[in-house]
């Protein structure tokens, strides 16, 4: 089994995970709680409508690390950002969740992050 491997069989069964960014303006790591989203076959961070620290840490260095129950991962965060993109995955995260709110809100203010792995 490779690393990839191992590591989406783990992100299939844990939608909470850590993330450790680095500061944009700090340099220091930056650990969080976030949900991670599967769609269009790949993996999300992406949250309800507004501005989010950790966004802008990956924005400025995508580089990050993932934690997972038993694997922590060091993976690279896509910031996405062309509308049809965003609405294509938003498009496929967003019903899905009963509290979500409007897709419309989503699209104008959500972060929207594909995980990469190396």
């Known amino acids: 089994m490779t ?3 191992e590591a989406r069989q783990a992100l299939d069964l844990q939608r909470t995970v850590d993330i450790t960014t680095t500061g944009r303006r700090s340099g220091q790591p930056r650990r969080i709680e976030t949900w991670r989203y599967r769609a269009a076959g790949r993996y999300w961070l992406t949250g309800s409508p507004g501005s989010r620290d950790w966004y802008a840490n990956v924005v400025a260095n995508p580089r990050f690390t993932l934690h997972l ?4 991962l060091e993976v690279r965060g896509r910031a996405v950002t062309d509308p049809d993109e965003r609405a294509r995955v938003l498009g496929e995260i967003v019903p899905a969740l009963d509290w979500a709110g409007s897709l ?9 992050v594909e995980i990469e792995f190396d």
Do not use: A, R
């Open 3 to 5: 690393v990839t491997d």
């Open 69 to 72: 129950k038993n694997l922590d």
């Open 104 to 112: 419309e809100s989503w699209l104008d203010g959500s972060p929207l």
